[in-house]
């Protein structure tokens, strides 16, 4: 004779932690579901301060990445010499083809008008002032390299106007890279002395040199003045020589 309250009483009991497990799981249901969606109205207010740290790491280095590979060129750019004189030659000559279809102008008929340049009188060409042929006496003027050089082009081209000027503007090329030289001999770096070079090829100062035959006098005179300062910074005694030389001609151009 149990009594019926006892034996239902550890029924009861696990009835009611069943009720309470169930209850607690709603609960933490409820807390994951609540936790979930104040993450979200969180991103949505500043998604910056809710970004995975793995992300921004991600995205700083594909910054850098990105950052580090631009430099890499310029500093590819800025070491490699026959890409920097092939940029100095290229922009130059792009600036100054419009030069190769004009006709003569200013002091060109002058000169081309000396008998002993059309003739290749190059003993006359050589013992007389400047302007002599032209005024009929002295000048004082004395550029001899300039006079051969017009003489060569005059009839290398048989008196094309298009080989002269192409002439002229080889000449002003020839400074461009010597000036690029010149500032590599003085410790410049490569990418600023090609910058300095490419800006000179195309600055609108030269463009009476570029436009004009006598012109070519002032672009011989710059790069054999350029030419003997490179080659005087050099540690060869026979470059040091040849600077010397350079020196001396430079005059005789303008």
């Known amino acids: 004779g149990q009594d019926p309250g006892e034996s ?20 933490r249901r409820y807390s994951n579901d609540e936790a979930t969606h104040l993450h979200r109205i969180r991103e949505i207010r500043d998604p910056i301060s809710v970004m995975n740290s793995h992300d921004v790491g991600s995205a700083r280095g594909a910054i850098e990445h990105q950052a580090s590979g631009n430099m890499a060129v310029i500093r590819r750019f800025g070491t490699t010499g026959a ?36 003739n290749a009188d190059l003993l006359h060409l050589v013992s007389t002032s400047y302007w002599e042929e032209v005024t009929g006496h002295p000048d004082g003027l004395y550029r001899p390299l300039t006079l051969l050089w017009l003489c060569l082009l005059y009839h290398a081209g048989s008196g094309s106007t298009l080989l002269m000027h192409l002439g002229t503007l080889l000449a002003h090329l020839a400074a461009a890279v010597c000036l690029r030289w010149a500032a590599r001999r003085q410790g410049i ?48 005694p026979r470059l040091q020589s040849v600077a010397v030389v350079a020196l ?6 303008k």
């Open 83 to 118: 890409v920097q004189v092939g940029a100095v030659l290229v922009l130059g000559f792009l600036a100054g083809l419009g030069s190769l279809t004009n006709e003569l102008s200013y002091d060109d008929r002058a000169l081309l008008l000396r008998p002993s340049l059309v």
């Open 189 to 236: 770096s490569a990418l600023t002395a090609t910058l300095a070079a490419m800006l000179f090829a195309v600055h609108p100062a030269t463009t009476e040199v570029v436009n004009t035959l006598v012109g070519s006098g002032d672009a011989w005179a710059l790069t054999l003045g350029l030419g003997a300062l490179a080659l005087a910074t050099g540690r060869d």
């Open 248 to 253: 001396l001609l430079a005059p005789l151009a």
């Open 8 to 27: 239902d009483a550890p029924r009861c009991r696990a009835v009611s932690c069943a009720r309470l497990a169930r209850a607690g799981g709603q609960q």
